[in-house]
């Protein structure tokens, strides 16, 4: 169980990660974005913006076009993150590390979404008419991901004897 915590405090700690700067329009407004909200900065004040709102916006069509393109995009790839996460956890509650590779996959999946709702908003330089953006947090997304996806976390070492086993007459002891 202790081998699953640090990549359950690790993937929490990714929903606590500037993943996104950006700049709309000729400084219309900047803000800068986490995975479940954003603070954006304009010259009609100041807000937080949570994701629902965010999608109820492209629901009411207030946000049209390729920016409601990329709310759908980033929506998807914040519920992918939370997913990973719901995995990690029942990872760490089982003590159980064969959910620890999916978890890797969706989180990666996440950033990606991430960073391809970036590029339909601003286009392949991420830098258009639109604005602007700086994907500040989606590479250490993409890094974890990708840690959690190929990395050992199994406890069952050769030369390992777990403390159920210890006591085991049936366990072969050479």
Known sequence: M???????????????VPLNLYGIGNNLATGIQWALFRFQ?????????LIHRDLGYVHDGILKGSSAFSTVIWSLGAFLLVAALILLTFATVKDDTRPVKPAGLLTIAGGM???????????????????????LGV???????????????????PGTVDEGDAGDPDRDSS
């Open 2 to 16: 202790t081998r699953l915590r640090l990549p359950l405090i690790i993937e929490c700690l990714l929903f606590f």
């Open 41 to 49: 900065e304009s010259y009609l004040g100041n807000s937080l913006i």
């Open 139 to 157: 590479p250490l997304i993409l890094v974890t991901g990708c840690w959690l996806a190929w990395g050992n976390f199994c406890d069952d070492e």
């Open 113 to 135: 979404l991430f960073l391809v709702a970036m590029l339909v908003q601003y286009g392949p330089a991420l830098h258009s008419d639109h604005g602007f953006s700086l994907p």
